[in-house]
């Protein structure tokens, strides 16, 4: 309890300032919007954009005139900016021990291996939970102006969830990268090449129907957009693929975390 | 039971040796002095009491719990100072002796302000300001705050000024004298002479030799030097002498063992000059490493 309140006090700072970026994200991001919003000449001119330039941005499932079809397209960002910080959260919060060498003041104190991971992934969570949250609340409050139905607030819900389940995937892969990897300074950038890895492969099975297995390899293509707008939910065997990769990556942090040498 | 009980215990990291088929006791209130250059394995051996890192071989209890499986039972009961001592940055000292303390059962705040002012460590400082020296006397008021009954001490004196260090030493002879059992790790024998009962001579990752201080130093070896004319190196070439050395017509060495025998050979012959006294730690310890 003590080192999950000592993490999420050490670590507020750090959701601050993804959340500022993310708030200029949505600002700017809406404030574009208004030059499409119900614009037939942008419908036109859309039209005339290559479909393998479309296909690549995921821009061809979604009516960017309408404000739903405007967040369909925005998702993708979420997504990678919700992964990119669970990541970076969960890699970080174990390997900064190593990295401080506080490893010897943290780990000498009467708790097990498996409690300080414990603490400090919850902290992480509470992290990525503020994070969605924020990124909803800014989204309602930012789109207010274009008088929105309840239509695009339930797929507004829809992929906050996914974007969640984005974080949750990311967050435990990152988890045991900072848990596995002895090299700290390695587990940061090997996270971050993980996501940027998984978000190419995404547009490339997007691209190509060839790689289309591809589709299975990259949680970026879990939850597209396209389809929850079109389904109104998340596919469950992506819903199952994710649990899994999160299991085995909690399970794996721990068992590696509680059998390993500390770098000091 | 011994406080510490350590049997052939090994370590080595992928190829390169840590320590090799360590054995010691520690009894309960006594100040084990552990003695080696830099690089001997004497923070490696700390690090497997704590369960920081694991053996590759043999076993080590502490207060007759397994290091590696009951770590966390163990950690209750010590307190560790490290060599190099690292404290989260941002917080402040008093916060971070408050969480040290919060881990274990008790009220500390007393002691808290009764070591600080000992150690003369300002309370209200941020850690990441402090000097080498002031993160050392954290560790010492956050080693000592929750009246563990086992101290690690590894290299305790460096960045601390002589006053600050004797002060440290009566703070440990006072938590010796109340019980605690103490694990002295040092490359200076100066400072393990002053306070130590038992030491323990780690060379290149092996024990060298465990041995009562005093008799390390009184009952076993004794420098004996004679000067003389025509001296030969050969004439004392009897078993328990070791370290021979001719150099300006005198003759140095080590004996262990019955002082007759060097008295005899000394007897027979016609000297300037002898002397025969106990050696210092420090030249007990060369003789260890060379």
């Known amino acids: 309890m003590r080192i999950f309140i000592r993490e999420l006090k050490a670590n507020f700072k750090s959701l601050l300032i993804w959340s500022v970026v993310l708030f200029l994200l949505i600002m700017i991001a809406v404030a574009k919007f208004s030059a499409f919003f119900e614009n037939p000449e942008m419908l036109s001119m859309l039209d005339s954009i290559p479909p393998a330039m479309l296909d690549a941005l995921d821009m061809r499932s979604f009516n960017l005139t309408t404000l739903s079809g405007f967040y369909g397209f925005m998702f993708i ?8 910080a669970a990541a970076m ?26 409690q300080v991971i414990t603490a400090k992934a919850l902290a992480a969570l509470v992290n990525c939970i503020g994070f969605v949250l924020i990124t909803w609340i800014v989204s309602i409050i930012a789109v207010q102006q ?65 790689l289309d297995f591809l589709k299975y390899l990259t949680p970026f293509k879990y939850f597209d957009a396209g389809n929850m707008f079109r389904t109104g939910q998340m596919e469950s065997i992506y819903l199952i693929i994710s649990i899994c990769i999160v299991l085995v990556c909690v399970f794996g942090a721990y068992w590696i975390y509680n059998r390993r040498d500390l770098y000091i | 039971m011994s406080i510490i009980d350590v049997t052939n215990l090994t370590k080595y990291y992928g190829k390169s040796r840590g320590i090799v088929d360590v054995s010691f006791q520690v ?12 690089g001997a394995g004497k923070s490696t051996t700390i690090r497997l009491l704590l369960s920081l890192i694991h053996p590759t071989s ?60 000992i150690m003369e460590l300002e309370l209200n400082r941020r850690i990441s300001d402090l000097s080498y020296g002031n993160k050392k006397k954290v560790g010492i008021v956050q080693g000592l705050l929750h009246s563990p009954r086992l101290l690690f001490l590894d290299e305790p004196t460096a960045g601390l000024d002589p006053l600050m260090q004797r002060k440290f030493f009566n703070l440990i002879r006072e938590e010796n004298a109340r019980g605690v059992t103490v694990f002295f790790s040092s490359h200076i024998l100066g400072e393990v002479q002053r306070l130590c009962t038992r030491v323990g001579i780690i060379r290149e990752g092996r024990m060298a030799e465990i041995s009562d201080i005093r008799s390390l130093q009184q009952n076993n070896y004794k420098k004996v030097r004679v000067m003389a004319e025509g ?49 210092t730690l420090e030249e007990i310890f060369m003789h260890y490493y060379e």
């Not at chain 1, 890699?91 to 003041?105: A, C, G, L, N, Q």
């Not at chain 2, 009894?27 to 830099?38: A, L, V």
């Not at chain 2, 989260?88 to 070591?115: C, N, Q, W």
Request: charged share 25%.
């Open chain 1, 77 to 84: 960002y979420f997504g990678l900016m919700g992964a990119m």
């Open chain 1, 89 to 114: 959260w969960g890699s970080d919060i174990i390997s900064k021990e190593e990295r401080d060498k506080t490893v010897e003041f943290s780990l000498v104190l009467p708790v097990s291996r498996s």
């Open chain 1, 146 to 210: 274009y008088n929105p139905d309840k239509a695009f607030f339930d797929f507004l819900a829809l992929e906050m969830q996914a974007m969640f389940v984005l974080e949750m995937i990311f967050l435990a892969i990152g988890l045991l990268l900072g848990c596995a990897m002895k090299h700290y300074k390695r587990s940061g950038s090997t996270a971050v090449a993980i996501i940027l890895t998984t978000y190419f492969l995404s547009i490339l099975s997007g691209m190509e129907e060839k």
């Open chain 2, 27 to 38: 009894e309960e209130g006594e100040i084990f002095g552990f003695i080696g250059p830099n």
């Open chain 2, 58 to 117: 043999g076993s080590a209890r502490v207060f007759d719990l397994d290091v590696v499986t009951q770590g966390p039972e163990i950690r209750r009961n010590i307190g560790y100072l490290p060599s190099e001592v690292y404290y989260y940055e941002g917080m402040k000292v008093i916060d971070l002796l408050r969480y040290s303390a919060s881990f274990f059962p008790g009220d500390f705040t007393k002691r808290m302000h009764e070591l600080s002012e």
């Open chain 2, 231 to 279: 001296l030969d190196a050969d004439l004392f070439q009897i078993p328990g002498v070791t370290n021979i050395q001719v150099e300006d017509g005198s003759l140095n060495f080590f004996f262990k063992g019955d002082i007759n025998l060097v008295l005899q050979k000394i007897g027979g012959m016609r000297v300037e000059d002898v002397t025969i006294e106990e050696p």
